[in-house]
């Protein structure tokens, strides 16, 4: 039937034409977005996921920020030890030659005094950002360093932030404690040489023990503090240096017969004086440290040489300490960097899921916008016709 008041099929036409339109605005919408869902109305379950990943991807961006700023500060630390350890391999070498005896001892000592004032520089400049974890009052301050890690969901929607946590007690080297009986940093601790302070005036025959024979050269001699008893028996370095000092008087000599007595003599004579000397020395050095030793004044006699190898193997034991704290130091970086390249790596692979939820593919949309332009081009030709349809009906009355 041809009504001049109702024509279907332009009305057909034009709801087509208008779903094709809508259809255009959508897939152009994605073209100059880039995204197939931008909001809720688009796919509310896509969109809630995509905005909560988004929001934990953007702290997850804050958490490398703060991997960024702890990496730094742990390599700060790390550089800092590195060089240390290389200044005491130094000063390890300068008491090598020390030992020579043609070589001026108090020469020596000012080279050792440049590297002890450089290892003091490297502590105090090992700071970033306000953190120095190798000059710290470890009475006072909190040693537990904690280094923002990662930022995670639960399986029920709570968030956790972890941490890593950096002790750096074992790392110090200098505490700036100023209890020196108290300090305990690697380079600013005394030396508390091993000794007991061998007292002269304890020195007497019945505290003298002689063992062995020139003969038969195994002579040793022992120092006691009070009777001769076990547990008395003086071990330390003053007591090794004046037994050296023993053995150097008898060199060579297989006859004299050595007692108590002759011990007694020996001490009352030349050498009281030199065991006298040797006793202020080791009280000075055992108040000593890394940075403040000074070997200047020792000389080549047994005493001091045996003095001389104690703050030798003191410094030894210090290098091995700084040795086995940069590797703590390294193990930190190691673990840090670690975290830092997986943080970064969980932010692309959050975005990439992100992407595989909101993302238009680009290559659909164009073949769907060319399609769709063509459907409206149909469209507009068949409400074209349509609307011809009303011409029709003119011509019936012609």
Known sequence: MSSLLTNSSAMVALQTLKGINGSMAETQNRISTGMRVSDASDNAAYWSIATTMKSDNKALSAVQDALGLGAATVDVAFTAMDKAVEVVDDIKAKLTTAKDGTVDKDKVQADIKQLQEQLQTIASSANFSGENWLQQNKSTDNLNKEIVGSFTRTSDG???IQNIDVDTSSIVLVD???????NSGILSQQFGLDGDNVDLAHLVAANIQV???LAGGDLVVNFFDGPIATGNQYSGLEAEALQAMVADHYKGDTTTTVDAAAIEALFAGDLSAAATDLSAKVDTLAESNILTFDVGGLTDSIGDKAILNSVYASVDATLQTMTEAATD???????????KQFASDLSDAIDRGIGQLVDADMNEESTRLKALQTQQQLGIQALSIANNASQNILSLFR
């Not at 700036?176 to 108290?182: C, E, G, H, R, Y």
């Not at 130091?329 to 975290?339: E, F, H, I």
């Open 158 to 160: 709570q968030v956790e």
């Open 176 to 182: 700036t404690n100023a209890d020196a009986a108290a």
């Open 329 to 339: 130091l390294g193990s930190a970086k190691a673990r840090v960097d670690m975290q």
């Open 211 to 213: 063992t062995g024979s």
